[in-house]
């Protein structure tokens, strides 16, 4: 199975800065077909996960353009241009190149310092 | 406007079983594969099992399978999720998801409590 890390566990971060997620996998995650199957999620505290990025780079109708995703083979980053306060919770990676099953990485606690 | 919306999440004896639904509206359900993805309290998601567009495939993570069966009418707009011989550690909160690899609209989820 692939294994998805990232870090750090948890991001305090200031009103206004940069925030950065890394999420490495244990393997490649170009698929045979040419696309790499990454995503990036965001759940806020007591809603349900949503997407912000598709396939590494992609960003969901209605996702600020603060947030951005960055990558390729097995070492992907989200970043938060300027990290306001609707920000806060907890983003996961997720890989749906080599499955099943499909992976999520443990999460980043994003939080306001 | 896309929505799922879970049921079916209750308290439940270890050994029982439970049925889940989703319902789908907003989109072509027929047309997209449908994935159960779970979050145990304070711990992170992680996936169940999903289900092709016309049913003809299923997949399950190792740790459901045997005990879990993912289903769905698309005449209904729905999709299920039937767990038997439940454990204390399949307490979560379990969420539908448009898609497989995608999964790019999630409901609110259901909460499973399996204790005694």
């Known amino acids: 199975d692939v294994v998805l890390t990232q870090s750090p566990l948890s991001l305090p971060v200031t009103l206004g800065q940069p925030a950065s997620i890394s999420c490495r996998s244990s393997q490649s995650l170009v698929h045979s077909d040419g696309n790499t199957y990454l995503n990036w999620f965001q759940q806020r505290p007591g809603q349900s996960p949503r997407r912000l990025i598709y396939?590494?780079?992609n960003r969901d109708s209605g996702v600020p353009d603060r947030f951005s995703g960055s990558g390729s083979g097995s070492d992907f980053t989200l970043k938060i241009s300027r990290v306001e306060a609707e920000d806060v919770g907890v983003y996961y990676c997720?890989?749906?190149?080599?499955?099943?099953?499909?992976?999520f990485g443990g999460g980043t606690k994003v939080e306001i310092k | 406007e896309v929505q799922l919306v879970e049921s079916g999440g209750v308290l439940v004896q270890p050994g029982g079983s439970l049925r889940l639904s989703c319902a789908a509206s907003g989109f072509t359900f027929s047309g997209y594969w449908m994935t159960w993805v779970r979050q145990a309290p304070g711990k992170g998601l992680e996936w169940v099992a999903n289900?092709?567009?016309?049913?003809?495939?299923?997949y399950y993570a190792d740790f459901v399978k045997g005990r879990f069966t993912i289903s769905r009418d698309n005449a209904k707009n729905s999709l299920f999720l039937q767990m038997n011989s439940l454990r204390a550690e399949d307490t979560a909160v379990y969420y539908c998801?448009?898609?497989?690899?995608?999964?790019?609209?999630w409901g609110q989820g259901t909460l499973v409590t399996v204790s005694s």
């Open positions: 289900i092709r567009y016309d049913a003809s495939g299923t």
């Open positions: 998801a448009r898609g497989n690899q995608a999964a790019d609209y």
């Open positions: 396939k590494v780079s």
């Open positions: 997720m890989q749906g190149t080599h499955w099943p099953p499909l992976t």
